[in-house]
T-cell receptor, first 114, second 116 residues
């Protein structure tokens, strides 16, 4: 499988719990993006990594959110003390240095906070 | 501020006919890229087509073409010979290369229904 993969695909949690999502980009892609998509809306940019460096973060990424890409390969997105408003689809995408504009998306992780 | 506007929440088209999905954008950047993505009910985002702000020719990819009118700041997607499998959400997106950094912004989407 050469596409972007995300795990888990679905996560149900109780308010106040911490959750962590994983994204495995296409292997030769140095650029990795996280987005959040709520029902009926387009994806909203959260953060961007180039290799292991987190180069851009949206104001949407509150201090309860943290993302890492420690070895420049897979990335994790952690949400601490989840709130019901965090319920959304979390999408990961990757792109290459030579074709940065074509982002390949993973299937997403759907988070439901009860 | 950068913004993408898709004014058609839903569109219907007869199978085998062409359909145009509207997109207008706003940016002060001179260098930007415009994209269209398809999102079927399964949820994955599928890249369809890209247009750079300095590209003189309208982008085409198979049955998809992007009608780029820079002065009007519009980037409409034209799907020719619609197929039942084209039924999906379609998102217009933009990345402003200098002022927008690495951020891609998306419109609210248009849901396309293809009728047999």
């Amino acid at each position: 499988d050469t596409g972007v993969s995300q795990n888990p695909r679905h996560k149900i949690t109780k308010r106040g719990q911490n959750v962590t999502f994983r994204c495995d980009p296409i292997s030769e892609h140095n650029r990795l993006y996280w987005y959040r998509q709520t029902l009926g809306q387009g994806p909203e940019f959260l953060t961007y990594f180039q290799n292991e460096a987190q180069l851009e973060k949206s104001r949407l990424l509150s201090d309860r959110f943290s993302a890492e890409r420690p070895k420049g390969s897979f990335s994790t997105l952690e949400i601490q003390r989840t709130e019901q408003g965090d319920s959304a689809m979390y999408l990961c995408a990757s792109s290459s240095d030579w074709n940065e504009d074509e982002q390949f998306f993973g299937p997403g992780t759907r988070l439901t906070v009860l | 501020a950068q913004k993408i506007t898709q004014t058609q929440p839903g569109m219907f088209v007869q199978e085998k006919e062409a359909v145009t999905l509207d997109c207008t954008y706003d940016t002060s950047d001179q260098s930007y890229g415009l994209f269209w993505y398809k999102q079927p009910s399964s949820g994955e985002m599928i890249f369809l087509i890209y247009q750079g702000s300095y590209d003189e020719q309208n982008a085409t990819e198979g049955r998809y073409s992007l009608n780029f009118q820079k002065a009007r700041k519009s980037a409409n997607l034209v799907i020719s010979a619609s197929q039942l499998g084209d039924s999906a959400m379609y998102f217009c997106a933009m990345r402003a290369k200098y002022t927008g950094g690495f951020k891609t912004i998306f419109g609210a989407g248009t849901r396309l229904f293809v009728k047999a």
